[in-house]
Structures are given as C-alpha cells and as structure tokens.
C-alpha cells in the first residue's frame, strides 16, 4: 500500500523572502499557476498582515488556481489571522498557517517568556484561527532545538485544540538527519492524538541538510513536506521541490508517492529562476545545466554503452529533452509558443506577437536560443513601466585607450545625454548614467556576470547590488552585450529608489 506525501510549496512566501527576489502579483499568478500544473498540493501564497502587497497577492493567487489549497501565514496573533482569513475569502480551499517559537531561544530570548505561556498562546492561536477555517496548521518555530519532551505537549495540545496540520521546522537548518528522524518519531510515538493531523517538515540548508532531514522526516512518519522550487529560500535556502520529488520517484521500494508531474520539473525551475533572477547552479541537483553532463572520460563510456551506468534518472522525467526543437532566426510563431507551453509561460496573442519580435531581434545575434533566452524574452515587459530607461549607450574602449561612454537616459519622458570617462567600459557607462541623474551616492555592493550557456555570442545576466542611503538594491539585465547589459541592471537598481 503507498503512503500519499503532501507537497506544500513556500516559494511564493519563504523563498520570495531572499533579497533581491521579490514579485509583483501578476508574477506571482504566474508562479502560483505553474505549480498548480506540476501538481502540488498547497501553495503557501504569502504572509498577509506583513503588506498590502503580500495580502493582495494571497487574494489574486486565490482567484487564480483551482485545486490547490491555497496557505496564508501569521503569528499567533488574532489581528494577523483576522487579516489571513480576510485575504483567503476567494481561496476554494483555505489554509491559515499560524504559530509561534518552542525553543528555549525563542521563548526567552525572542518573547522573554516560559514555556506553560507559549503553550497557552499555541492553543488559543489555534482556537481562534479555527474560527475562521477549518484547516489549520500549527508551526512550532526553531523545533529543531527545542526539546522533544516539551515539543510533543505543544504539538499535543495544538491538535486537540483543532490543528490539522503541525509543522515541525528545522528553521536554523541545524539538526543532523538522525536527530531530526528520531525527533519526528518520538513525536509519532509520545503524543495522543497525533493520527488527527498530518505531520510536517520545514527544513533549511544552513549546513547543506535540508532535503536529508526531510527524508528523514518522512520516513519516521511525516506525510506533509514544505520545499521551494529551486531550494531558495533565506540564508542558505529551503529543501528543494525537485529534489524531494525525484527521491520517492526514484526509490519506489519506499512506497511514498506524490502528485507531483515531474515533467514540469525543468519549466518552472527556468521560470523562477529568470523572474526571481536567481541563478541556479550548475551543479544543482535535478536541474542545474550539468545535472545530466558527463565529461568523464569513464563516465562517457559507460554512458554511451549503457545510459543507466551512470544516470539514475531519465532527463524526460524532469522535462528536459534532448531531441526539443532548436529555435533559430527561422523558428516561426509556433514554435517559439511551444516552447513558451513547455516552460509553463501561456500568453494572449498581442503578448506572443511581442515577444517574436523580441526573438527575432536576439536570433538575429545569436545562433541559437535556449529556454533561459526565452524567459529573458517575455519577461523584458517588466521593465516597461521604469520611470529611468536607458535609450542610448555607445561605449569606446580598447588596449591603451581611456573608456569612454556616452548615453541617453529616458527619465519619464525627458531624455537627457551624457558622457563620462572610467576605468574601463561597464565603469564609463556607470558614471555616465550617475552624472546624467544627478546622483553620485550610489555604490555597488556587488556584479555578477553569469553566460547563460557557452559561446562568445551567448546572452550575459548580470545581477547587481546598489547601496544608496543605507539601503539595498537589486538591479539586473540580460543582454548579449555584457557592457549594455551592466548599465541596464544599474539603472534597474535606480529605478527601485529614485523618485523624481
């Protein structure tokens, strides 16, 4: 008999949490859309009370899906699952995920309190949000250091007061796998009731084992896992979606199935990956450029006589296919639509129409497009609303010659022309853009160049850190010229603090 495991997917909420990676709504639906195809079974849409932005996207992405119970996070606090309720009203099934720390750090140190107290605040936040949904979950926050005695009398309590769900997350990813699976095991074991409620693993990748600790988690007895697309998520990242899915897909013996349509896997991998402008390494489990890359000498030959002596998993089975459709400057409508379906992006005709002629602009540049190029493609409207766009960028640059650049930069809809000198190109066309705003306090923090494949014509991503009054912001561009590509992320950068 299999045992069903209940994908709860947070990118929308813990990993939409990483600087630098948030979403507007209309991204977000598209996410949350996407999911809903690969087949998860709860998407945890935000954290309502925290902004009128985060509310608004629990409400639209509850409009939006159709299946999938639709999760909105709080504190154990009344106003925030007032606030949580109020934002899941559209959500065909609804979930209010609330809760509060149980480690001796949280208790003392975050609520300067005891531990008969926060068990108190437990029951009551799970009665009251009872009020307003049936399904509750209950997270006891830092469960990875709190001890498992007190941790079962919390979970205990919460379930009897009417929690469905209790999630045990591992939230400074520093639990060994071991101790994480004996620590949901006691709980199976030691705590009346707990057939009521479906068990659950939040970890985090402090120390690179948060998909060991899920594991670990469900083969003690946990039936919910929380992962993210891609594994981010704060600091180090979440358990990743993909990965989890693969495991059980892959060790049948385990019996533990999901709903999940690994096909899907490769889409939506790209399509965060390009609108949180988060790069997936290459070394990525599942879906990292060299997950299925063999350069080995050894390997090569193994592969090539047999493809199991060295691949355990089949790169159909995660949608990527080596015999898809090559687009080209002689790719037509069709094509470029198909693969637009392939990766999850679905859109209206004036849409598609602007988008080939984007495509065909770039295929003019370069010889071929992969999926990373196409997700640039359709998601260059973003930048359509910028108040500061660069028009004009010439840039004159060499071996024993000073750099100079000269731009034009549209400020909404007065154009104003510079020009600057500096210690090389990207730094020239920089300080052109700061004399023509009439801003020099900006400082980066950090330039990332990354190719999105290989070749000398292939399209560069640079992602970009911007200090500016104490500030943070996140600039990127994706650019077949490196040095266009860099001013346009600085100038994104601008576009998140500049007000005219």
């Known amino acids: 008999m299999s045992d069903r495991l209940f994908i709860f997917d947070t990118t929308l909420r813990d990993g939409e949490q990483v600087p630098g990676c948030q979403l507007n709504t209309v991204e977000k639906i598209q ?21 009128p932005g985060d509310f608004k996207s629990v409400v639209e992405i509850s409009k939006a899906v159709t299946w999938p119970t639709i999760c909105a996070l709080t504190r154990a606090v009344e106003k925030d699952i007032e606030v949580a309720a109020e934002a899941l009203k559209f959500a065909k099934r609804g979930r209010i995920h609330t809760g509060i720390g149980t480690s001796d750090y949280h208790i003392r140190y975050k609520f300067n309190s005891n531990q008969d107290e926060i068990l108190e605040r437990a029951i009551a936040a799970t009665k009251y949000a009872k009020k307003y949904a049936e399904d509750i979950e209950f997270y ?28 045990i997350p591992d939230t400074t990813g520093y639990c060994m796998p071991d101790e994480y699976g004996a620590k949901i095991k006691y709980l199976m074991e030691h705590v009346d009731g707990i057939q009521n409620a479906i ?148 859109l209206d005709q004036e849409k598609l129409d602007k988008a080939y002629e984007e495509f065909l602009k770039l295929a003019d540049r370069k010889k071929d497009i992969n999926d990373d190029d196409v997700l640039m493609l359709v998601g260059k409207d973003r930048t359509a609303t910028h108040r500061i766009k660069l028009d004009y960028l010439q840039v004159t640059s060499g071996v024993g010659v000073q750099s100079v650049a000269s731009i034009c930069l549209n400020m909404s809809g007065v154009k104003r022309y510079e020009a600057a000198a500096g210690n090389g190109p990207v730094d020239a066309g920089i300080k052109a853009v700061k004399k023509a705003i009439s801003n020099s306090d900006m400082t980066i923090q950090e330039f990332l160049i990354q190719a999105i494949s290989k070749g000398s014509d292939d399209t560069g991503k640079v992602h970009m850190q911007v200090e500016y009054n104490g500030s943070i912001y996140y600039g990127f561009s994706a650019n077949t010229d490196i040095i266009a590509a860099s001013v346009e992320a600085f100038v994104d950068a601008i576009n998140k603090f500049i007000v005219e």
């Open 31 to 51: 996410v949350a859309k996407a999911l809903e195809m690969l087949g998860v079974d709860v998407i945890e849409a935000g954290f309502p009370v925290s902004s």
């Open 140 to 167: 006891c926050e830092d469960a990875g250091r709190t001890s498992n005695e007190y941790l079962a009398r919390v979970v205990e309590a919460v379930i009897k007061a009417g929690a469905t769900v209790v999630n």
């Open 199 to 346: 068990i659950s693993t939040h970890c985090h990748n402090d120390l690179g084992m948060a998909t060991a600790n899920t594991v670990q988690g469900v083969l003690n007895g946990a039936r919910q896992v929380e992962v993210t697309i891609n594994g981010i998520g704060e600091r180090a990242g979440n358990t990743s979606l993909e990965e989890i899915a693969m495991i059980f897909k892959s060790h049948k013996e385990r019996e533990i199935v999901t709903n999940i349509n690994t096909s899907k896997i490769y889409g939506i991998s790209r399509m965060v990956s390009s609108l949180m402008n988060m790069p997936v390494q290459p070394n990525k489990a599942i879906v990292g450029r060299n997950a299925f890359a063999h350069s080995s000498g050894i390997h090569q030959d193994g592969v090539l006589k047999n493809v199991q002596t060295y691949e355990i998993i089949d790169p159909k089975d995660v949608g990527i296919d080596d015999n898809a459709i090559v687009l080209t400057a002689r790719s037509g409508r069709a094509a470029l639509k198909n693969r637009l379906h392939v990766l999850g992006v679905e």
